[in-house]
């Protein structure tokens, strides 16, 4: 296998915008929503002859002024089944308008439900108000802001990014109005709105929108000027790839990350993304350490082993793309939920990959559910999984199960261990890191029973034992009820391991070994 790559200096900037690109999924946003956001407002802020420090102030406030909706739109789990999709549509709801608005939201409460689930709901909701999940998402971006250490000036902007200019009714957590907002969180509200209206819309229609709501939602200043240069940035906008544009655009100057500050950097994300579920709090920190450490027991490199972390805290960023409601629902998923669930390790990757620097975390992160005999989420066989991606996959497994679940409570440590080792003694997870984990974890190792020939799991020996007396694949698939596609990839690693492409081959290495007795 070859060695993970050493990480490059990252750049702060990588960093938020990765963590802006996975309040996109939180918030039912297309991907990249936040960094043309952050674009207009930097560009809006030139044509309003910013200095440099106000510039900086409206760069950061715009890539993270929507961060805590990630956990305020995960607070709407209770109300909705998609809160993702409330997002989305929400967006387009002109909240100058409260009656308007109200509407929309009670609409949406306990939609598809019984009608006294839904009327009970409907009730608590309007208890709760609108004004609750705005301090929860002020909250929440204040506590990133100094998390992220970004200064006072853009700590106090990212908790006024739901204010509105005139104050008026239902106004922001804090009651703002008029310059007693900060000009960041004004050119956020209207850059965030502009991009908005651009995609689903084009120019006229965002031009006619901002000046509709200028004096009421905007600064009439910052709203006039933008209706002034709207077509030539709107313009701009579609000409760039955002991902290099956002980096062109980071004020001087450029601030890097020491190794010690990225892992903190990658700590604040890692909590902001378990903080989404009730069940999954402490889960990715959790993961992290007991993957570094069995990959240093496995002899793996420092810097790999610090790449095994560095993903382990970054791997579940995906999470966001999904509703809360799937993570948290105790009964059966249905295929639609389940597929969807699914894609998370995927999403981790894409959201990392767009960052030289994170891109080898991304790739990491997003196998941390593949097994070795193709049953993973994303069916990634056993030939294409490093020792970290199977480190990794062990350290979430077992930590997971020391984690109560909505339709379990948690293991005890020991019940966990055996879990994981039936694990991989069907041929899912590597022995090899799971025992590794398992030490890591305090467990003591189990005596070896029979030593492995070839590499081959107890597992991997039955499925031969039993294709070599001439069963098909479905035979086979009934006997050890597992799937046949699953025998099909045993049988694929066998042949890997033992070195032949046939049966005849693998009854010959059978027979001299004595394991067909």
């Not at 004096?215 to 933008?226: N, S």
Request: proline residues 5%.
């Amino acid at each position: 296998m070859k060695p993970l790559p050493t990480r490059p200096d990252v750049r702060l900037a990588e960093v938020v915008a990765s963590l802006c690109l996975a309040t996109d999924l939180a918030t039912g946003h297309p991907l990249e929503h936040g960094l043309r956001r952050a674009l207009l407002a930097v560009w809006l802020g030139q044509e309003l002859r910013l200095g440099d420090e106000q510039l900086r102030d409206a760069y950061y406030v715009a890539l993270l002024g929507s961060v805590g909706c990630t956990i305020e739109t995960a607070a709407l789990a209770a109300f909705c089944r998609d809160e993702i999709a409330v997002g989305e549509q929400l967006v387009l709801v002109d909240t100058t308008r409260p009656i308007r608005a109200a509407a929309f939201l009670l609409g949406k409460v306990g939609e598809g439900e019984p009608p006294l689930r839904r009327a009970g709901k409907i009730l608590s909701a309007a208890v709760r108000g609108p004004t609750e999940s705005q301090i929860i998402c002020r909250d929440v971006a204040l506590r990133v802001g100094d998390m992220l250490d970004l200064g006072p000036s853009i700590g106090e902007a990212l908790g006024q990014c739901h204010e509105q200019w005139d104050g008026r009714f239902p106004g922001g957590p804090r009651r703002l109005k008029g310059e007693e907002i900060s000009l960041a969180a004004r050119l956020f509200i209207v850059a965030h709105d502009a991009e908005v209206f651009h995609r689903v819309g084009g120019v006229r229609a965002t031009v006619a929108v901002i000046r509709q709501r200028a004096g009421r939602r905007y600064d009439p200043r910052v709203a006039a000027r933008f209706c002034e240069v709207a077509e030539q940035l709107l313009a701009r906008l579609q000409e760039e790839i955002p991902w290099e544009a956002m980096l062109a655009a980071e004020p001087a100057p450029v601030r890097t990350l020491s190794p010690q500050g990225f892992d903190d950097m990658a700590q604040t994300v890692a909590n902001f993304v378990d903080l989404r579920s009730a069940y999954t709090l402490g889960h990715s920190p959790g993961v992290a350490s007991l993957a570094e450490a069995a990959a240093r027991g496995l002899g793996l490199s420092g810097p790999e082993a610090t790449a095994v972390r560095q993903a382990g805290l970054l791997h579940d960023i995906g999470r966001a793309g999904v509703p809360v409601a799937v993570w948290d629902k105790a009964g059966p998923l249905t295929a639609a939920e389940w597929e969807r669930m699914k894609r998370h390790p995927a999403l981790s990757e894409l959201v990392l990959a767009r960052s030289g620097a994170l891109g080898h975390l991304g790739t990491l992160a997003g196998l941390h559910h593949e097994r070795l005999d193709g049953s993973g989420y994303r069916g990634v066989p056993a030939s294409f999984l490093s020792v970290a991606a199977r480190v990794l996959a062990a350290a979430d497994a077992y930590q997971a199960k020391l984690e109560p679940r909505p339709h379990r409570a948690a293991l005890e440590p020991e019940a966990a261990a055996r879990e994981i080792r039936r694990r991989a003694a069907e041929g899912q997870l590597d022995g090899e890191a799971v025992a590794a984990v398992l030490a890591t974890a305090g467990h003591r190792p189990q005596p070896k029973t029979t030593e492995r020939i070839a590499g081959l799991s107890a597992r991997e020996v039955e499925v031969l034992r039993l294709a070599m007396r001439g069963l098909s694949n479905r035979q086979i698939a009934e006997i050890l009820v597992v799937s046949p596609r699953t025998v099909g990839h045993h049988l694929q690693h066998i042949y890997d391991k033992i070195g032949v492409s046939t049966r005849l081959g693998a009854t010959l290495f059978a027979l001299e070994r004595g394991l067909l007795q």
